[in-house]
DNA sequence: CTTAGCACTCGGATCAAGTGAGTGCCAGGG
DNA sequence: CCCTGGCACTCACTTGATCCGAGTGCTAAG
């Protein structure tokens, strides 16, 4: 266990380190900040952290660097929060406040999130099991296929084609079809439309003419799927111009950094294995990150629910960033969207 | 006017300096290609272009480089386009055959371009103008708002949230006001919607209660939006991770040309300039989208026809790259697309 | 018009010496 | 026991000098 002061020195060196990306030395900190006491004392100091691995330096003889689990300690000792400036809080206010519909409001929030921290932003979109099914529409848009349009809570609209080989399909059956699938799905949840389509299906021969009873198949099938088609598996990002910004972080990960963006695949798992603990933000730093490849990058992360549902939302970057700044703005912008979310229910 | 082998000279340079990334001097010229003269007559030739300012050396003592001029007269004096491998053509058909929506589509596409060019791929969605108007749909999702869902021809669906302060609005006057609209507009193209629904408001009186007016105007607003809503300012993006390729090409520009991706406003509008001549492949280089602060890069866009409208998609890179290579994949990629709208409209 | 020869230029690599920030360690003092 | 001042040491980085060679422009001859 580190000592008191040690745990001190180290958040001196992060902190400085963070501002002026230089290794930071033992007259620096006692410079910069007022320990009551010498520079060899703090490097006596140092010599611990850096017996434990907290702190290393670059060189044999330069300024000390935080390690990984440097950081790791650093964050998990951070004490209080500092809440935003009340001009930040009012223009993410005034920003959010204009959003229209649901890609909008998640667009305006990574935008936000990126401008804040300067960092690259990412956001889960709402996850929408426990979502109602607000309505249902078939529109035959030609002989052959049937476009279903699902309005589900808060605005979200799905849609697809279902293709109806060989067949010529008319207004009126599309119409039918549409009612008896509205009966039986719109109002309740996902969850309970998805055992409703269901049961439809077991007796479909009662209620449909059997040369018929394939295409019925083929529309509830697509229906079905449009209900599963969890939105929770798409996400929001904004910010990536910050990667490039001067200091030559991301050296040679920058390619890495940018097709894990690209593939959103890789941000989501990142994203779902950071439910960590109880906490609402949480960390992930640098070689926490190896099996995605991102070693030299940290990511802060923060849960927000939509009142039905949880999801994520945070920002990436490097290891060298600022963690308080960050963790404070992902929890306010996280508040934020909770709170927006849930009066626009 | 360049002689005719200086010319070849000047697309040797090109060649080479593209392939090897470094300045290209004599010896290597006459090395690497078989022209039947000596070193000393080729050093000759580039004095010529020199002085017309088509290659330009780095320092005073050193091979040539190709200035903006000196490609540009380089795509424009291109011979033949060199047509794409069979196993890249089938690559492509399979690839896009898979695809299901036109988000699907879009995003195929780029992804494709970006992997078969290794440079940052950029599609504009195709136009809507000339579209019909399939289906329009309003639901109350509340006393005070309503959704509406509009349904444009090949499936693309229009959704946003019409706010009704201070009412409570019942489902039989929403199915009345969505009657009405529908009988006006569906059917027609967006440009007769539009105006069939501005002919609806003119004499609202004559068939609104007075107290609605003001309501039933709220809503037409948000329809005839979504008509103008043209999604061709809309594009799809992929291969970012390409900037950071090996080579440092965008040494300083590179969070400029990240921020213009974000900003799809700015490609949207060098897109649109890029109407240039009859040619069906256009190619903008270097100084010449300096006005977007984007001189140090190239784009070749073509444009694309979805039967109805056009549209433009591209490649966005470094000054230094291939422009054949690109010029016949952005072109195939671009007859592909052609193809595939037009069968599946 | 082309070619061979030649002097010249200049960027980049290599090396040596000097500088200074920062360290570890030790002995003395509260 | 912990802190402090002092001191020798390390080593990255800078500067300046030198060298090398690819590549050029020019000129005179074929």
């Known amino acids: 266990m580190v000592s008191e002061r040690s745990l001190a020195v180290l958040h001196a060196i992060v902190g400085d380190y963070v501002s002026s990306n230089e290794p930071v030395g033992s007259k620096a900190i006692v410079d910069r900040h007022s320990f009551g006491v010498s520079a060899a004392t703090i490097r006596n100091d140092m010599a611990l952290l850096e017996e434990d691995e907290l702190i290393a330096q670059p060189h044999t003889s330069s300024g000390r660097v935080p390690t990984d689990k440097g950081y790791r300690l650093y964050v998990d000792t951070l004490a209080r929060i500092r809440p935003l400036s009340s001009a930040q809080r009012s223009a993410i206010e005034r920003f959010l406040g204009e959003s229209s519909d649901l890609d909008d409001v998640m667009a305006r929030t990574v935008r936000m ?7 690259v932003a990412v956001a889960q979109y709402p996850s929408l099991r426990r979502t109602v099914v607000r309505h249902i529409d078939l529109v035959a ?10 309005i589900l809570g808060s605005g979200v609209v799905e849609q697809q084609v279902a293709l109806l080989p060989a067949s010529r399909v008319t207004e009126a059956w599309v119409h039918g079809l549409r009612q008896r ?23 479909i021969s009662a209620w449909s003419q059997p040369d018929e009873i394939d295409l019925v ?5 697509v229906v079905s799927g449009q209900l599963q088609a969890n939105r929770n598996d798409r996400i929001a990002v904004a910010g990536a111009a910050n990667l490039s910004r001067p200091g030559g972080e991301f050296a040679g990960s920058l390619p890495v950094v940018l097709e894990a963006i690209e593939e959103q695949v890789t941000l989501l798992r990142l994203f779902g294995e950071l439910v960590h603990d109880d906490r609402d933000v949480s960390a992930s ?3 926490e990150n190896e099996a995605y490849g991102l070693s030299e990058t940290s990511i802060i992360a923060s849960k927000y629910e939509d009142g039905i549902a949880i999801s994520k939302l945070g920002v990436l970057g490097p290891l060298r960033m600022d963690y308080a700044g960050n963790i404070a703005t992902v929890r306010a912008i996280a508040r934020y969207l909770n709170r927006f979310l849930g009066e626009e229910r």
């Open 113 to 119: 999130l990126s401008q804040l921290t300067n960092q």
């Open 141 to 150: 848009i030609g002989e052959d296929r049937v476009l279903s349009v699902l």
């Open 181 to 203: 699938i509205a009966d039986a799905a719109v109002g309740s949840d996902v969850e309970t439309a998805t055992a409703a389509l269901a049961r439809l299906e077991e007796d």
């Open 217 to 221: 198949r083929r529309v509830l099938a």
């Open 285 to 287: 730093i640098g070689r």
